[in-house]
Structures are given as structure tokens and as C-alpha cells.
């Protein structure tokens, strides 16, 4: 049995007229901005053109077509690893037919229909922030190993990270891969395919730098609630 690394890719997840769609508007926008980590700009660590997109006006149908579109992927991800939600909390659920509240596991998870488990996922989850980002060819990149989670003076938002994810918005390119340190794999970009992972160091990763053609992504995370919304 081949050994589970939690990294997914769906291939098609945005399709590719609404990818060169977004990379015009970015490049029409005028909006993009350098690149920062947490611990601000630094281009030895990362040497891109971002846009994050819940600060920049005029993005808000953007905003909910990315959402719209992880949020389908999501509920594939969580029928194969429910443990995402169930691990870290106890989840309930009235069991049919009755009003008893029962416990829910990995095959229940699996069995729920889309509108229960978007309900279960609007509970425990919440959308982060959505940059753009181009990446320069011969140039950009995000060469330093690094995960999505980390301390931070923003109360905590960094440490709520459960995934990451990113959306390629083209592959007219070489390189350019997003490549796992521990896992030793290396994800080529595909125009509108999906990447969702684990946030954590066991996840640790790097953006490598695209030849031959400007790279443009997609790319959040998604977070758990915060405690006082979950124990409301």
C-alpha cells in the first residue's frame, strides 16, 4: 500500500478560461505589490508580485469564486481525511430519524451528502485571506523551506491554519514546481489545478522558480474557527 503524504491535486478544479481571465485582470489591475512572508519583504526568501485580494477593491467576485471552488474540492478532501475536523474536535451530529445527538467518525464523515458536510465545514472552518501572486521568470520564487504555520503578532491567525491551498493559473512555463521537503515530491503546475495539504512543518515546502514564462498563482489557507465562534 503506497504511503499517504495528504497532498491532493484536482486537476480542473478552475477552468482554464476563468484562469486566463484572472491573470488579465491581475496584470490589468495595477494592483499588485511586493511579496511578503510573515516576517515582512524579503526577496531572498521570496521574490514575488502579490495582490491580496481582501484588501484590494474590486476583488469580491473573485474572492468567492476561488472559495466556491476549494470549498467543492474540500469536501473530497475531508471524506478521505476527515481527522482534519475530527482529531483536534468532538464532533456531533443528530442521528436520522431521532433526536439524539451521536459521535461522528471518519465513515459517517464520509457518507454525508454536500449540504451537511458544507454545513459541518462552515462550523469548524473558515476561508483565509486569498493573495495572487506572480512569480517573475528566471527571477521569482519562493526558495526558503517554509510552512503556513507560525507564531505571530495577529492574534494567533497564523496557528489556526489547518490547510493550505493554491489554484496554478497557468503552466506556459518550465519548473516552477511547489516542492514538499519530506515527502520528496515535487507538484508541477497545471493550469486550474488545485493543491490542498496540511499547514504544519511536517508540510514544509517551497515555491521553485519558473523558466521561460512568468508564473501566476492562486493560493490561501484554511483555518479553523476561533474558540469563542466553535464553543459560542
Not at 462552515?122 to 506572480?134: E, H, T, Y
Amino acid at each position: 500500500m503506497p504511503a499517504v503524504d495528504f497532498i491532493e491535486v484536482y486537476e480542473d478544479a478552475l477552468p482554464a478560461d476563468a484562469c486566463a481571465a484572472l491573470l488579465q485582470r491581475f496584470e490589468a489591475s495595477g494592483q499588485a505589490q511586493r511579496g511578503a512572508t510573515g516576517s515582512g519583504v524579503d526577496l531572498t526568501m521570496k521574490d514575488s508580485w502579490d495582490i491580496q485580494l481582501d484588501q484590494a477593491p474590486g476583488w469580491a467576485d473573485v474572492r468567492q469564486q476561488l472559495n466556491d471552488t476549494v470549498l467543492r474540492c474540500l469536501r473530497d478532501y475531508l471524506r478521505r481525511y476527515a481527522h482534519v475536523a475530527l482529531a483536534p474536535l468532538q464532533l456531533k451530529m443528530q442521528a436520522p430519524g431521532s433526536k439524539e445527538l451521536v459521535l461522528l467518525d471518519a465513515e459517517g464523515m464520509a457518507r454525508l451528502d454536500d449540504a451537511l458536510l458544507n454545513g459541518l465545514i462552515a462550523k469548524v472552518f473558515r476561508p483565509g485571506s486569498i493573495n495572487l501572486q506572480k512569480y517573475i521568470a528566471g527571477q521569482g520564487g519562493y526558495p526558503y523551506w517554509h510552512c503556513e504555520q507560525y507564531p505571530k503578532r495577529d492574534q494567533g491567525e497564523a496557528l489556526h491554519r489547518a490547510l493550505l491551498w493554491t489554484i496554478y493559473l497557468n503552466d506556459d512555463f518550465a519548473a516552477g514546481e511547489t516542492e514538499f521537503l519530506y515527502q520528496q515530491r515535487k507538484i508541477q503546475p497545471r493550469t486550474g489545478s488545485l493543491l490542498i495539504a496540511p499547514a504544519g512543518f511536517t508540510h514544509t515546502h517551497r515555491g521553485n522558480r519558473p523558466e521561460g514564462g512568468n508564473k501566476f498563482i492562486a493560493t490561501s489557507w484554511i483555518l479553523y474557527q476561533r474558540a469563542e465562534a466553535l464553543f459560542a
